[in-house]
């Protein structure tokens, strides 16, 4: 039996991950055991206070033998989070928690052989702010990896954007051909590697319509030559196309991952499309690190109205 449990940092404290969490441990049975790190206090307010009962396995990082590891229970490693109530305001007080949590967990996966990673939602606006983008680049900095790529997968249809969490007006200056080449480059090799095929890549423009009034349009000074480049070393690569029909049916039907220059423009259609059923996944980490394709939602907190689905899609997708 494969024993290689998933890792997950539950993240955010004052997020609706936890709730997710209990309804993926009640609704679905998993063939590998999971490892999550969170605040045991926490842990069990969120579940009282939702109405929910789960017998805890508490961990000992330094003491891991994943032979001790209880699929019925939830394995817990505990840190510690001083909190006043269960559910409370995202502030900058977690920022401790939650680097302690990355810490615990990025040990773990370089000493031991998991199946990979889950976060929880993290807040850009306090953890990260002067840090990183995102988790993805936040990661590639803790890990030293320097070529990652953001990708949300569905099976029917993946996006991923050449920029994360970039403004607008620093889109352009953080383009390039290699940029584009060695996103499309890990794209493949993904794949390869957990479907056996070669995708077919919708690549957009940048500018309305693939066309402005300006000289020197990225579309003809990067994207064109990245994707003539691409092609002539056999990937099954196409563009540029307008990111305005790029997402109508009769062109979907003809790609497996539309690659876009910029966070919303392919994310923002990706979710009105599916919704929660997608999982966000870093390549070129040195382990397989997803992310459920949802924020904090802190409106929702200790309604219990949270959809898991997307926590079930990435469990399911590490628990093959």
Do not use: W
């Not at 307008?242 to 497996?256: A, Q, S």
């Amino acid at each position: 039996m494969n024993n290689k449990p998933i890792i997950i940092v539950a993240g955010e404290p004052n997020s609706v991950f936890l709730e997710i969490f209990f309804k993926c441990k009640k609704k679905i049975s998993l063939k590998k055991p999971i490892i999550l790190i969170a605040s045991k206090k926490l842990l069990l307010s969120q579940m009282k206070e939702l109405g929910f009962y789960f017998d805890i396995n508490l961990i000992n990082v330094n003491k891991l033998k994943f032979n001790l590891l209880d699929k019925k229970k939830i394995n817990l490693i505990d840190v510690e989070f001083k909190f006043n109530k269960a559910f409370d305001k995202i502030s900058e007080n977690s920022n401790p928690y939650i680097n302690e949590s990355f810490r615990v967990a990025l040990k773990i996966l370089k000493e031991k052989n998991c199946s990979g990673l889950i976060n929880g939602p993290i807040s850009k606006k306090h953890f990260l702010r002067g840090k990183s983008l995102g988790i993805t680049e936040y990661l590639s900095k803790k890990t030293k990896t320097r070529n990652v790529a953001m990708i949300i997968f569905n099976k029917q249809l993946s996006v991923s954007p050449i920029t994360t969490h970039l403004a607008l007006k620093d889109v352009n200056k953080n383009i390039s051909k290699k940029k584009i080449y060695s996103h499309i480059e890990l794209i493949n090799k993904f794949y390869k590697k957990n479907f056996k095929k070669k995708p077919i890549i919708a690549i957009t423009g940048l500018n309305p319509h693939c066309e402005s009034n300006f000289k020197d349009c990225e579309e003809d000074k990067i994207i064109i030559p990245a994707i003539k480049s691409l092609k002539a070393n056999n990937y099954q690569v196409a563009g540029p196309f307008p990111g305005d029909t790029i997402f109508m049916k009769e062109n979907l039907k003809n790609f497996d991952v539309v690659v876009g220059m910029y966070h919303d423009q392919v994310l923002s259609p990706m979710k009105a499309l599916f919704g929660f059923n997608a999982i966000n996944i870093t390549l070129g980490l040195p382990f397989v690190r997803i992310s459920p394709d949802h924020g904090p939602n802190s409106t929702m907190l200790g309604k219990n109205l949270s959809n898991p689905q997307s926590l079930i899609n990435a469990l399911k997708f590490l628990d093959k």
